[in-house]
Nanobody
Framework: QLQLVESGGGLVQPGGSLRLSCAASGFTLRDYVIGWFRQAPGKEREGVSCISSGVDRTYYTDSVKGRFTISRDNAKNTVYLQMNSLKPEDTGVYYC???????????????WGPGTQVTVSS
């Protein structure tokens, strides 16, 4: 059974860091694009970062460039999102999703995890 599970969210002060994990089961994660998206209350789900299948080509939305880093551990079948210098506007539920090609359209992602809450507040 194909499954994605996010973890690592929490409450952090502005300027702090968190590392999110997206653990996969039932498939080989490196064979697919894995994207991180977030959704704030009352807003649409937006793409944050994604990593391509095979060669680790990475993509970031402008608002997180230089602060977030996506990576993959093939041995653990897990993708990570290291988030540094967090800002209140980074608050939301963070989801990882699976796709065939890299992109920012959530409709292109066929499977999602249940999400993990990230709250950046003093």
């Amino acid at each position: 059974q194909l499954q994605l599970v996010e973890s690592g969210g929490g409450l952090v002060q502005p300027g702090g860091s968190l590392r999110l994990s997206c653990a996969a089961s039932g498939f080989t994660l490196r064979d697919y694009v894995i994207g991180w998206f977030r959704q704030a209350p009352g807003k649409e789900r937006e793409g944050v970062s994604c990593i391509s299948s095979g060669v680790d080509r990475t993509y970031y939305t402008d608002s997180v460039k230089g602060r977030f880093t996506i990576s993959r551990d093939n041995a653990k079948n897990t993708v990570y999102l290291q988030m540094n210098s967090l800002k209140p506007e980074d608050t939301g539920v963070y989801y990882c999703g699976l796709a065939v090609s890299a992109g920012w359209d959530p409709a292109e992602y066929g499977y999602w995890g249940p999400g993990t809450q990230v709250t950046v507040s003093s």
